[in-house]
């Protein structure tokens, strides 16, 4: 499957986007999704994840902010991120797990940048 995250953009402090990532088949059977980032300079983290009975993990960094949805009918992903800060300034990528793997899988990221 190939996931292809789209989205991203400029946008002011305290703004608000929502990133998708669509899968080129079913993503029903991976038993978890994901978004994770990478800023320039820094390791990629993973900052939000969904598992297959639809519970939601956050990195703290994002908790109360970030969204992550999933909608297996249309193999698709989102993250609605509210209230951003430039610190959240990242290529953001959507990732899979299969069983009690790793994530892996990135695919093609998208450019979020925040202004301050």
């Known amino acids: 499957v190939q996931l292809q995250a789209s989205g991203g953009g400029l946008v002011q402090a305290g703004g608000s986007l929502r990133l998708s990532c669509a899968a080129s088949g079913s993503i029903s059977h991976f038993s978890a999704m994901g978004w994770a980032r990478q800023a320039a300079g820094k390791q990629r983290e993973l900052v939000a994840s969904i598992i297959a009975g639809g519970r939601t993990n956050y990195a703290d960094s994002v908790k109360g902010r970030f969204t992550i949805l999933r909608d297996n009918a249309k193999n698709m992903v989102y993250l609605q991120m509210n209230s951003l800060k430039p610190e959240d300034t990242a290529v953001y990528y959507c990732?899979?797990?299969?069983?009690?793997?790793?994530?892996?899988?990135w695919g093609q990221g998208t450019l979020v940048t925040v202004s301050s």
């Open positions: 990732t899979t797990r299969t069983g009690l793997g790793p994530f892996g899988s």
